[in-house]
């Protein structure tokens, strides 16, 4: 199929979907409990049970300490701090989790079907919510009508699906463009729907945990967590309780990890790395591509020579140690190298070669004059601005690091410190010859915008081979090989290196393995820990 076929079949899905919105209302409107009542019952013959109870007069001691915001509440569509979203993933399961690899694992869903822009979920039978209720297609239409409100953190990941339909044991939903890995957005949490709830209460999950209430079933007790025994994962967690602990910033729980009165945390390195860390740790892939935006509309910068040759000159794996304190890994290439699928495809290898680099600018006709920089036979030099968020000290630390690395060359950057909006109005009106920036990537690893000049991200001639490949890799017409070959080729961007985060654990905790920055709690089953003392 042509390139332009697969643009024009795109146009037209996108055409017909609208047309649905249209017809069908894409207003956020009130959820149909009655319906959703109606079908239950027809299914399971029960009505809905929210008690919850839970005595825990007889508790003294608890297995961890995990630290949280004690004004925010614990629903997973209005909660405001990372903590308590962090604590969620304990208590609301997905249908699916997206594991350290990057790849998909099957939850509540048991099976998943792609076919151009319709997602089936085939749900699994049998699971439970925490207080005995089953879990149905109905929670799942619930939850996504939640999670695709403007309010909820889910919101912008799931602005490419347009309608969740339920029946039975089966899920449908439609999305606005076709992708292949459209299915991978759908890990948002599903809680139980029950229009008489009590409000005042964290809605119910199926997660390992639950919330644990006073001996009255209504009075909500926020600092104890207990182990939810209708999980419905045979292989249950060995901890059993949970206590959560107020404290004001992260160098107070890394310290209260360090002397044992805290358990288990992560930070995302958002607001700087801690500056020692005195207890067990783990490093935790991000998906958060640093990467050097490139205006090839620039005569010198159109030339693929003198882009492969930047690229060359730049080791990656330096700029993560300059930029990011060791706290980020050296691309190579577009996508980050945790993700397997991609990554062994990806011929970087986090080093400079500057005979390469060398060598593809005298390919060009650029040599180098007594000054240090190279230039042309017309004696234009090379010579580039750099924008950079002057804010971002870490930013701007890896712009030190790349001026460096290309003037070995006789490339000469002059960096230009910008605020965070400048920079994007700039890059937006093509206003520059590089710009360093963040790129945050959902599960379905779209990059498209990195490169598509309309997006506001790129500047120049559309490249046309990466754009014809990945399109074809999104309609599911080619493979991932094909598209990075053709980046590669083209390079409209240069990767740089992706963020890491930061798991950070007691010594009282061992069996911690792999984790994503999805699943912080990934494999707890595996966790042995000693009690941390009498709970908060």
Excluded at 135 to 164: G, H, P, W
Excluded at 234 to 251: G, Q
Excluded at 260 to 282: H, I, Q
């Amino acid at each position: 199929m042509r390139f332009k076929e697969l643009w024009l079949r795109l146009s037209a899905l996108a055409l017909a979907v609208s047309m649905i919105c249209v017809l069908t209302g894409c207003d956020d409107v009130g959820y149909d409990w009655e319906a959703a009542d109606e079908r239950r019952s027809q299914l399971y013959h029960t009505s809905l049970d929210t008690e919850n109870k839970v005595d825990i007069s007889s508790i003294g001691e608890t297995d961890l300490t995990l630290p949280y915001t004690a004004d925010d509440d614990f629903n997973p569509y209005t909660c405001q701090s990372t903590l308590t979203k962090n604590i969620c993933g304990l208590l609301y399961d997905s249908m699916i989790q997206i594991n350290p690899d990057y790849e998909v694992e099957y939850v509540i869903a048991k099976s998943i079907k792609v076919d151009h822009t319709i997602i089936t979920v085939q749900i699994r039978s049998g699971i439970v919510f925490s207080n005995g209720d089953p879990l149905t297609s109905d929670d799942i239409s619930y939850s996504f009508f939640l999670a695709t409100r403007k309010e909820s953190c889910y919101y912008e990941q799931l602005k490419n699906v347009i309608s969740c339909s339920a029946k039975g044991m089966t899920v449908t939903f439609v999305t606005q463009t076709e992708n292949v890995n459209s299915y991978k957005l759908l890990d948002f949490p599903i809680v139980h729907f029950d229009q008489k709830a009590n409000k005042n209460l964290p809605p119910v999950g199926s997660g390992r945990f639950k919330f644990a209430t006073m001996s009255d079933g209504v009075t909500p007790n926020k600092t104890l967590l207990v182990r939810n025994d209708k999980w419905y994962n045979p292989d249950k967690v060995s901890i059993e309780t949970i206590s959560l602990r107020e404290l004001p910033t992260v160098e107070s729980i890394i310290h209260s990890i360090e002397i044992g009165t805290v358990s288990y945390m992560y930070t995302d390195m958002r607001d700087g790395t801690p500056k020692s860390v005195n207890a067990n740790f783990r490093k935790v892939d991000i998906n958060h591509l640093i990467y050097l935006g490139i205006n090839t509309n620039d005569t010198a910068l159109a030339d693929e020579n003198v882009r492969h040759a930047i690229s060359y000159a730049i080791s990656t794996n330096e700029v993560a140690a300059a930029g990011f304190g060791g706290m980020a890994v050296g691309a190579t290439g577009p996508f980050t190298p945790g993700w397997r699928e991609a990554a062994r495809y990806q011929t970087g290898n986090g080093r400079s070669s500057i005979s390469l680099a060398r060598d593809a600018l005298d390919q060009s006709g650029y040599v180098l004059i007594n000054n240090g920089i190279r230039e042309d036979q017309s004696g234009k030099q090379l010579s580039f601005n750099l924008l950079v968020c002057r804010k971002n000290a870490r930013h701007m630390a890896a712009a030190e690091s790349i001026k460096n690395q290309l003037a070995r060359v006789g490339i000469n950057v002059d960096i230009t410190e910008i605020s965070g909006n400048g920079l994007i109005t700039r890059a937006a009106e093509g206003k520059y010859h590089l710009y360093l920036a963040e790129y945050s990537l959902l599960n379905d690893m779209d990059i498209g915008k990195l490169f598509t000049p309309e997006e506001g991200l790129y500047n120049g001639p559309l490249p046309y081979d990466s754009v014809r490949t990945y399109t074809n890799y999104r309609l599911g017409l080619g493979q991932i090989d094909e598209f990075i070959t053709a980046f590669e080729s083209e390079l409209p961007f240069i990767p740089l290196c992706y963020r890491s985060g930061m798991a950070v654990f007691a010594r009282s905790i061992e069996g911690v393995g792999e984790i994503s920055e999805d699943q912080l709690f990934y494999n707890m089953q595996n966790w042995k820990v000693t009690k941390t003392g009498p709970s908060s």
